[in-house]
């Protein structure tokens, strides 16, 4: 089983920056495919980034070019760089992982997943 720990989060003013990270806890990891997904309040959870094991990435498309996904197969970690953020952007922001094939886009495609951080966004 995989376990997953989301950090990184906080509160930032409109425009800036944060950087989240996920630490899987099982080396075998590299193998998934992971991704991030988020939630705002009243609102579904919703597709954000997705990264197969071997490096490629996929966006959901109000994000792309702002966020950029990426894994360290050594630390057994995946970052989510989020730059020009925006108030929409404001959810609990949760890392999952799957099987590597398949759809990434799709949450009832993972399987693990982690408890969440909050990204706070203010205008």
């Known amino acids: 089983q995989v376990q997953l720990v989301e950090s990184g989060g906080g509160l930032v003013q409109a425009g800036g920056s944060l950087r989240l990270a996920c630490t899987a806890s099982?080396?075998?990891?590299?193998?998934?495919?992971m991704g991030w997904f988020r939630q705002a309040p009243g609102k579904e959870r919703e597709f954000v980034a997705g990264i197969n094991s071997n490096g490629r990435t996929y966006y959901a498309d109000s994000v792309k070019d702002r966020f950029t996904i990426s894994r360290d197969n050594a630390k057994n970690t995946v970052d989510l760089q989020m730059n020009s953020l925006k108030p929409e952007d404001t959810a609990v922001y949760y890392c999952a992982a799957k099987e590597d094939s398949g759809n990434y886009y799709y949450d009832r495609a993972y399987r693990y997943w982690g408890q969440g951080t909050q990204v706070t966004v203010s205008s």
């Open positions: 099982k080396r075998t990891y590299s193998s998934n495919g």
